[in-house]
């Protein structure tokens, strides 16, 4: 069974460029969640996707990050415009629901320049 | 809010050494615990977890008690392998939404 996957798997760009992330989660899994992970530091949660409700969101910066999650199965997390702080990984996650393992894809390496 | 504080590393061993890496917590009720690991290029997985005081979670000769009365649970290996280096997360959720407070990471480092 193909695991949780993510595209692009490394992203350059210059600041002020936008730039999206895609992440296709298990097939079933109707919660998905998407963490932001700096550099030396453990993954935080940016936002969590109920099938194609996002339930918990109080962490994704709204002036410049957005995210959708279309019909429930895929989905995109926007930045516009990028800056420099923005360079981290972006992790993709998805599971069962519940307290149902969450599992986690390779991630987006994003470097702005 | 929760968090979660981990030893900092690297951690270095030689094989067959004996491994603890410290993680302790601060949550409001009874939160499940766990050990995930990052291998170099892939992506986390879960090692082990315990849902509630007391209980053991163990998973490839890794082992760690959740501890209530001291808010630890700290990771322990008896005989470390060099396929095991790798960086280690420790983190938290609460039954409302799984949403995973991880601590910093501990890398470990073993050596033939």
């Known amino acids: 069974e193909a695991g949780v996957v993510q595209s692009p798997r490394y992203k350059i760009i210059e600041k002020k460029q936008p730039v999206a992330f895609w992440c296709n989660p298990i097939s079933g899994h109707n919660t998905l969640y998407w963490y932001l992970q700096n550099l030396g530091q453990g993954p935080e949660l940016l936002i969590r996707?109920?099938?194609?409700?996002?339930?918990?969101d109080s962490q994704l910066p709204k002036d410049r990050f957005s995210a959708e999650r279309l019909k429930g199965v895929d989905s995109t997390l926007k930045i516009q415009p990028a800056e420099l702080g923005d360079s981290a990984v972006y992790l993709c996650?998805?599971?069962?629901?519940?307290?149902?393992?969450?599992?986690f894809g390779p991630g987006t390496r994003l470097t702005v320049l | 809010g929760d968090s979660v504080t981990q030893m900092e590393g690297p951690v270095t061993l030689s094989e067959e050494a004996f491994l603890t890496i410290n993680c302790t917590y601060t949550?409001?009720?009874?939160?499940?615990l766990f050990w995930y690991v990052q291998y170099p290029g892939e992506g986390l997985q879960l090692l082990l977890k315990?849902?509630?005081?007391?209980d053991k979670g163990s998973n490839k000769g890794f082992e760690a008690t959740y501890r209530k009365e001291t808010t630890s649970f700290h990771l322990e290996k008896g005989s470390v392998q060099v396929s095991d280096s790798a960086v280690y997360f420790c983190?938290?959720?609460?039954?409302?939404?799984?949403?995973?407070?991880f601590g910093g990471g501990t890398r470990l480092m073993v050596k033939p």
């Open positions: 315990a849902t509630k005081a007391d």
């Open positions: 983190a938290l959720a609460h039954n409302a939404g799984n949403m995973l407070t």
């Open positions: 996650a998805s599971s069962l629901g519940g307290m149902n393992e969450q599992f």
């Open positions: 996707y109920e099938n194609e409700e996002a339930v918990d």
């Open positions: 949550a409001t009720g009874y939160p499940s």
